[in-house]
């Protein structure tokens, strides 16, 4: 007895223990999500695609350049002013002592504009296209990168302040990046060969290095006296300024990802580096990756500020991120995937345990820990069964209905950004109008699929069932089900064809009949293109519910029709009155599968008419479809789901429920 009550005080203990540490497991994982939450987005809004930026300390200043050709000014999130080029912005550089900044446009100039107002206090044309500008200290002299791709001309052309041209250097290589050296003396650039070169002001050539792939960016360090080259695939190197490498890594690029843009924190503690993709790497000074997340778009430029680094790119989108958290992030992320795991483990821990210390629950775990000892081999059988039926079916539908009620999107894809946002999803979905519009063609299309399945199946099927032939009825019964092998894509693009304007069947038969006012662009029309589709398929012979209500009809019992015939009654009352009632549980089974399809399926109208013309053959299944692969609103397309999701499963429970009160 003593020995029982030590058992259960022993469970209890546990219980408690493992409950205590599921809570602490939760609670670290909260904290260590918030140190890797260091993305924050910016008040500043160009309600444009931005290209590139710079930012000046002593009058608290952005400045953006877009591809849409303006550079604008912003100070506190409020614009200041707005200059138009004719080009988009590649590069902008501060002379804040003299109150300059060097703006090189893909409209061949150089402007050099007044950064307090945004006047355009000169203009430098190179007469070529501008890759990179770099400048002296002094704002004496201006080094512009240019090409002539169709002439596979390239330069590096100087110029002095009143932009006048010093020097024309010549090559045959793209010069996608170049800066001055520590003493203004020299120049170093990066090409689309790989090469990182150190020429002298006449051109001579004073030091290479190569790299396997092509560079894309070239940063100099706040001492001024390393430089960084990054290629393509996320490999770099740290130079010296004779090209020596001090020191190199590689980025782990994902997903394809090709390297755009790379930026260092203003104490060069940390690289940088953004992808085509929108992915963000940051390499700490031991060339260890330390941390990554995904941008809302292709990434332009990137700037150091402070403690934090402002990142741009392809959108209407500046994002700050906080580098003086980074140093947490590597234990954060270190650390996160053990407590992920503990913060489930040990409530089941717990419970369990709980259950050990209740005396019925305890037996009740020991009676089913035996029969699964017992049974072990044919548990261990169904693990792997399980477990895929878990990850790939149970896990996607809790994953929508959770993300239903977020604003989980193309955008906010992070945990950072992913935030809880109730009903508004499904809001949205009353307020927007095209989910209403759906449901009202979906109405129209569920009415004729019951009317096209009860019928035409089923008087084929007695029409079968009635010949005297049995090889006539195993010919027709091939040839029924044999189109069942076409792929419901093949038929849709058939009957595409069949309702072209010019070469379709129809508009053609009608021209050879010489009824040609009564042609139509089928499914360009509003007036006809939802009832296209829904006669699309004729003459609706449903091949499954022709074989169902057949095998239906087969069940029939035969004393029934030859009790029928000698009453007296013809074929007509016999169908009616004998094999119709007998094979309603078939017809419902076919009602309620036709039901499930025709909300689900959405493959004809987007192969036909992709939801037009307007929104004449708009369905929910469509729009979720939509915002899933197009719009990019992932939570709004799992809200649209699980209201899908639910609405089949209502109307298909009361359906058997109808079926099992009336057997």
Request: net charge neutral; glycine share 8%.
């Amino acid at each position: 007895m003593e020995k029982k009550v030590v058992h259960k005080k022993l469970w209890l203990v546990l219980a408690i223990l493992s409950a205590v540490i599921a809570a602490v497991c939760i609670t670290v994982n909260m904290k260590l999500q918030g140190s890797l939450d260091i993305v924050e987005t910016s008040e500043v809004s160009t309600g444009v695609q931005n290209r590139c930026l710079a930012y000046d300390e002593s009058r608290d200043t952005l400045y953006l350049g877009t591809y849409t050709n303006k550079l604008i000014a912003y100070k506190d999130g409020e614009k200041l002013w707005e200059m138009d080029a004719k080009g988009p912005f590649r590069k902008i550089i501060l002379h804040p002592e003299d109150g300059k900044l060097y703006a090189g446009n893909e409209d061949n100039f150089v402007y050099i504009v007044n950064m307090d107002d945004g006047t355009v206090l000169n203009k430098i044309d190179t007469e070529r296209r501008i890759y990179d500008i770099a400048v002296t200290k002094d704002g004496k002299e201006v080094a512009v990168s240019t090409a002539i791709l169709a002439k596979n001309k390239s330069n590096i052309l100087l110029y002095d302040e009143t932009g006048e041209q010093l020097k024309n250097l010549k090559y045959t290589v793209t010069m996608q990046r170049l800066v001055y050296t520590q003493d203004e003396e020299n120049l170093i650039f990066i090409n689309n060969r790989g090469e990182v070169i150190k020429i002298d002001k006449e051109g001579n050539e004073l030091a290479k290095v190569s790299g396997k792939y092509e560079m894309v960016d070239l940063l100099e360090t706040a001492e001024g006296n390393q430089y960084v080259a990054v290629g393509t695939n996320g490999a770099y190197l740290y130079l010296d300024e004779d090209l020596n490498v001090l020191r190199s890594g590689k980025a782990a690029i994902e997903n394809g990802g090709v390297v755009t843009k790379a930026g260092l924190d203003t104490e060069g503690n940390y690289l940088f580096i953004g992808t085509k993709n929108g992915f963000l790497y940051v390499m700490d000074d031991s060339d260890s990756q330390i941390y990554s997340t995904r941008l809302p778009n292709s990434v332009s430029d990137m700037l150091g500020i402070g403690e934090d680094i402002y990142v741009t790119g392809l959108g209407d989108w500046v994002d700050i991120i906080h580098s003086g958290s980074l140093a947490y992030t590597d234990l954060a992320t270190t650390l996160k995937p053990y407590t992920q795991v503990a913060q489930f483990v040990f409530p089941v821990l717990a419970l369990f345990f709980l259950c050990m210390f209740i005396p019925g629950t305890h037996r009740l775990l020991c009676r089913f820990a035996k029969a699964m000892y017992k049974y072990r081999m044919a548990y261990i059988l169904l693990i792997p069964t399980f477990a895929l039926i878990i990850i790939f079916q149970y896990t996607p539908i809790i994953t929508a209905f959770v993300r239903a009620f977020t604003n989980w999107s193309q955008k906010n894809n992070t945990a950072s950004t992913i935030q809880f946002v109730g009903l508004e999803n499904f809001k949205l979905m009353f307020t927007e109008g095209y989910f209403l519009t759906g449901v009202g063609n979906l109405f129209i299309f569920l009415v004729t699929a019951f009317i096209k399945v009860m019928t035409v199946p089923i008087l084929v099927a007695y029409l079968v069932y009635s010949m005297k032939s049995d090889k006539k009825k195993y010919a027709f019964r091939f040839l029924l089900v044999l189109p069942i092998v076409v792929p419901s894509v093949v038929s849709a693009l058939l009957w595409k064809q069949i309702y072209d304007p010019t070469i379709g069947l129809i508009n053609q038969t009608l021209g050879k009949l010489g009824l040609e006012s009564l042609q139509r662009v089928w499914l360009g029309d509003e007036a006809t293109a939802l009832w296209a589709i829904i006669f699309m398929g004729f003459p609706f012979i449903n091949a499954l519910a022709f074989l169902v209500f057949y095998g239906g009809f087969l069940d029939v019992d035969a004393s029934m029709l030859e009790a029928a015939r000698a009453d007296g009654a013809n074929r007509w009352k016999i169908f009616w009155r004998i094999l119709l009632p007998q094979i309603r549980p078939q017809m419902k089974m076919i009602i309620i599968l036709t039901f499930i399809g025709t909300v689900q399926d959405f493959n004809g109208v987007f192969l036909l008419t992709g939801g037009g013309p307007g929104t004449s053959t708009y369905v929910p299944g469509l729009e979720l479809y939509y915002n899933a692969t197009r719009f990019g609103r992932y939570g709004y397309a799992c809200a649209l789901g699980v209201v899908l999701f639910i609405f089949v499963m209502i109307l298909t429970a009361i359906n058997m429920r109808k079926s099992k009160e009336d057997m």
